[in-house]
């Protein structure tokens, strides 16, 4: 499902820039709104896609110390960054983002060409902020695989 909507809203953005650079070098009437939408898309698509990255465990990773390591201490290791990852996700993302999304509805903002309220460009905030946290706990719950124990099944 998070992997559909990242490809809609790619394919969106991508359709989305190809009218901006038509509109400005073809009709030489360039689309007001166009720089905002790929604007706003690529934030849901950065956020959405560091969720998606985070539940396929494919994100941005310092991986030294837990090579180095083995048995009780790596699997130790690793339930200690997924809870800092899930606490983070939880006091900057989930808890910072309704914060703004809240600020920003209450203020009344709205974006200078598409005319929609701001806060609910910045949903998108929280929404990963939780998806983080459930991919954190989901891997929390999945048994690592130790290459000793995968040397014996194979032999």
């Given amino acids: 499902m998070l992997f559909t909507t990242l490809v809609v809203l790619m394919s969106v953005m991508v359709l989305n820039v190809l009218w901006q650079v038509a509109s400005r070098y073809l009709v030489r009437s360039p689309s007001a709104f166009t720089d905002e939408l790929a604007r706003y898309l690529l934030i849901w698509v950065g956020l959405l896609g560091a ?5 396929k465990k494919m994100h941005l990773a310092i991986d ?14 690793n339930i200690f960054i ?34 929609i309220p701001l806060g609910y460009v910045y949903t998108v905030l929280p929404l ?28």
Avoid: C
């Fill in 51 to 55: 969720s998606y990255v985070s539940g």
């Fill in 64 to 77: 030294i110390l837990p090579s180095k390591m083995a048995g009780k201490g790596a699997r130790n290791l």
């Fill in 82 to 115: 997924h809870l800092l990852m899930a606490l983070f996700a939880f006091f900057v993302m989930v808890w910072g983002g309704i914060k703004l999304v809240y600020i920003t509805l209450t203020l009344d903002q709205t974006s200078a060409s598409l005319g």
């Fill in 128 to 155: 990963s902020g939780l998806l983080i946290i459930f991919y954190s706990l989901v891997n929390l719950t999945e048994k690592e695989e130790d290459p000793e124990e995968i040397g014996r099944e194979m032999a």
